[in-house]
């Protein structure tokens, strides 16, 4: 719903009324015609006053209500996002209807909100179950050491390809998100982003044993002069970056999101560092976190650092090659590495490092680095949902290669963007209104525009007469 505002040249410039949008209310005044400007947008959730947001939700993530049992559970489709919230007591379950072929990921990203209070052992729990109660997956995650709240996520899936057992049939399937809760925390309620990809099968049936040797050393930080890179505020808005040296800034309390595109046969390193501080004293154990997503939103692995005031850095741990048979390895930093595409890098910084060393921000310098040839994939017998999610195109090298942020659209379009200090919301807060208010001044105002053009014309030639008949007297 929009807010119904009629105004004279007076507001223009005061109040909450942007400039331009005042002009054009002020036009339509003129005119007679009633503007309807679109609503603000809603703030991005668990952001105080003054406090970096933690998480820009997808601008086209559409809102579902999650039910308390399965027989109400709404349908999510596969290549969508969805928003939802998560109450501090009970379960809350979404439908997906499967056949009996495609694979189905569902990842749920939690996000508390202002003044949460959450423990390190506090978390979130996935499970996706078919119609006889089966869990055919199930993953928790928790806030971890850092003690501040911020955006974790957990994930689930049904695969239906060689080495799989349960969860083959088609039919209706019901993704489980809960708190886990082991201390008695208030913690509250969380707000959800829900993302769904499925997964075509293979043309023929494929390796059921991971790939054998890698080079598993440790590799060779990238060096060199840094390029300046802000991060997003969420997986939508993501900042793309290829192999190199990157640098941002980043306040206690915030995680910042960065995403590298991974070919099929090439490998993935990172190593984040922290600048070190002109203030304060003391050692906190872990400050800095960085965790590894792929293109699923599924946990792959992190990394940590503590901080005393020097600088310091945390390194993942050697990855794989990116290979469709990696989902038979043990271990998520293997398993993780199944798909080309889209890997995301999330760094928090635990709000506790404010009390000893100030709000900052401090500065981070990342180094990436993408080694190996690209390679052919799978033969798929489908297409992904959404399309090309396991496939690096031309675009996300370009992307990557621009430093460009996404918008929020699962198809790539552009979109709002944000900065490391202040992140925008992905909604599309206080975008195109006044724009919008001008189409619809245009619009409203054409009749009206007609009678005053007329009117003005009439007021003219009058004005004229008298000005002759005065200079005739």
């Not at 890997?343 to 900052?360: C, K």
């Not at 007609?450 to 008949?469: H, P, Q, T």
């Amino acid at each position: 719903m929009g807010r119904r505002t009629q105004a004279g040249c007076g507001a223009v410039g005061h109040g909450r009324t942007p400039a331009r949008a005042a002009v054009a209310l002020c036009v339509a005044a003129a005119l007679g015609v009633t503007v309807t400007l679109p609503a603000r947008a809603a703030p991005v959730f668990g952001a105080a006053a003054g406090t970096p947001s933690p998480y820009a939700f997808a601008r086209d993530a559409g809102t579902v209500e999650g039910a308390t049992g399965t027989t109400d559970a709404v349908r999510l489709d596969p290549g969508r996002t969805y928003r939802s919230t998560l109450p501090a007591d009970g379960k809350r379950y979404y439908r997906l209807e499967l056949d009996a072929a495609a694979g189905a990921y569902v990842s749920a990203t939690a996000v508390p909100r202002a003044g949460a209070r959450v423990s390190s052992s506090d978390g979130l729990k996935v499970s996706l179950q078919d119609a006889d109660g089966t869990t055919c997956s199930s993953r928790t995650t928790h806030f971890g050491p850092t003690q501040s709240p911020h955006p974790i996520v957990a994930w689930a899936s049904r695969e239906t390809g060689p080495g799989t057992y349960v969860c083959k049939r088609a039919g209706a399937y019901y993704v489980v998100v809960e708190q886990r809760d082991l201390d008695g925390t208030e913690s509250g309620d969380w707000d959800l982003e829900l993302d769904y990809v499925s997964e075509p099968a293979l043309r023929q049936a494929g390796a059921t044993t991971p790939p054998g040797d890698w080079n598993s050393a440790t590799p060779e930080a990238v060096l060199g002069d840094a390029t300046r890179r802000s991060g997003g505020a969420g997986f939508s808005t993501a900042s793309a970056l290829g192999q190199g040296v990157w640098q941002d800034t980043i306040r206690p309390g915030q995680t910042l999101f960065y995403k590298v595109p991974v070919d099929w046969g090439q490998q993935l390193s990172a190593t984040v560092e922290m600048g070190s501080s002109t203030s304060g004293e003391g050692y906190i154990g872990t400050a800095l976190a960085m965790s590894l997503y792929n293109p699923v939103r599924a946990y792959v692995g992190d990394a940590d650092a503590g901080y005393s005031g020097a600088q310091t850095s945390a390194a993942l741990d050697p990855l794989p090659p990116v290979a469709y048979a990696n989902r038979h390895a043990i271990g998520n930093r293997a398993s993780g590495m199944r798909f080309a595409g889209w890997y995301y890098l999330a760094l928090h910084l635990g709000a506790p490092v404010a009390g000893r060393f100030g709000e900052g921000p401090f500065g981070l310098t990342l180094r990436v680095r993408v080694s190996g040839t690209a390679a052919s994939g799978p033969a798929y017998a489908g297409r992904s949902a959404p399309r090309d999610v396991f496939e690096v195109t031309a675009a996300d090298r370009e992307e990557a290669a621009a430093g460009r942020q996404g918008g929020g659209a699962r198809d790539g379009s552009a979109g709002p963007t944000s900065t490391g200090d202040t992140p925008r919301a992905a909604a599309g807060a206080g975008v195109d209104v006044d724009t919008r208010t001008m189409k619809l001044v245009a619009v409203g105002g054409i009749g009206a525009g007609s009678l005053l053009v007329l009117w003005l014309g009439v007021w003219s030639l009058a004005a004229r007469r008298r000005a002759r008949r005065r200079w005739a007297g």
